[in-house]
T-cell receptor
Framework: GESVGLHLPTLSVQEGDNSIINCAYS??????FIWYKQESGKGPQFIID?????DKRQGQRVTVLLNKTVKHLSLQIAATQPGDSAVYFC???????????FGQGTELSVKP | GAVVSQHPSWVICKSGTSVKIECRSL??????MFWYRQFPKQSLMLMAT?????????EQGVEKDKFLINHASLTLSTLTVTSAHPEDSSFYIC??????????FGSGTRLTVV
């Protein structure tokens, strides 16, 4: 299940299940969004991106959905594997200055 | 692909001393570099944006005199934490942006101030 507290929300899934990670972004003017995976002690790793003129984009085992009306992004991971265990962040590009602002993040734990 | 090298990967320093962290884009020229700080179990917080040859733009609440950023070339940006204190202990991450490659992140620097 999913929990929210003072630290990162966590999502625990069984290996082979699909995972859905959600993110609310802050700026309605943001036009570019990226999902990152971060393993412990490492920098963020690009997963998939989407521009604001799209609602959905698919990659290998991953799909990103964008709902601009409610400023919401989701990352769907199909057939989740133990190697997917990590913290996942959404990031929004706030056009002015090209800054990339990160969302809160979700810790995904995959049980074998 | 685009690679950003960040050095050192970890550093321990005494309180009151200064520490310099380097961020290099290895196979591309970065139009802009960004510095982030990340505390345990938290998100990446943008500290500043730097462009080659100009002064860095700091985010609200980030002390520019404490976190000195130098962007001397299109492939190198440095962050110096001056007069470091234990509360500066954190994970510092740089990112380089380029038109074709987008945003590429370094592997981070774990700073521990004792």
């Amino acid at each position: 299940g999913e929990s929210v507290g003072l630290h990162l929300p966590t999502l625990s899934v069984q290996e082979g299940d699909n995972s859905i990670i959600n993110c609310a972004y802050s700026n309605s003017a943001s036009d570019y969004f990226i999902w990152y995976k971060q393993e412990s002690g490492k920098g963020p790793q690009f997963i998939i991106d989407i521009r604001s003129n799209m609602d959905k984009r698919q990659g290998q085992r991953v799909t990103v959905l964008l709902n601009k009306t409610v400023k919401h992004l989701s990352l769907q991971i199909a057939a989740t594997q133990p190697g997917d265990s990590a913290v996942y962040f959404c990031a929004e590009n706030q056009s002015q200055g090209g800054k990339l602002i990160f969302g809160q993040g979700t810790e995904l734990s995959v049980k074998p | 692909g685009a690679v950003v090298s960040q050095h050192p990967s970890w550093v321990i320093c005494k309180s009151g001393t200064s520490v310099k962290i380097e961020c290099r884009s290895l196979d591309f020229q970065a139009t802009t570099m960004f510095w982030y700080r990340q505390f345990p179990k938290q998100s990446l917080m943008l500290m500043a944006t730097s462009n080659e040859g100009s002064k860095a733009t700091y985010e609200q609440g980030v002390e520019k005199d404490k976190f000195l950023i130098n962007h001397a070339s299109l492939t190198l940006s440095t962050l110096t934490v001056t007069s470091a204190h234990p509360e500066d202990s954190s994970f510092y991450i740089c990112s380089a942006r380029q038109e074709v490659y987008g945003y590429t992140f370094g592997s981070g620097t774990r700073l521990t101030v004792v």
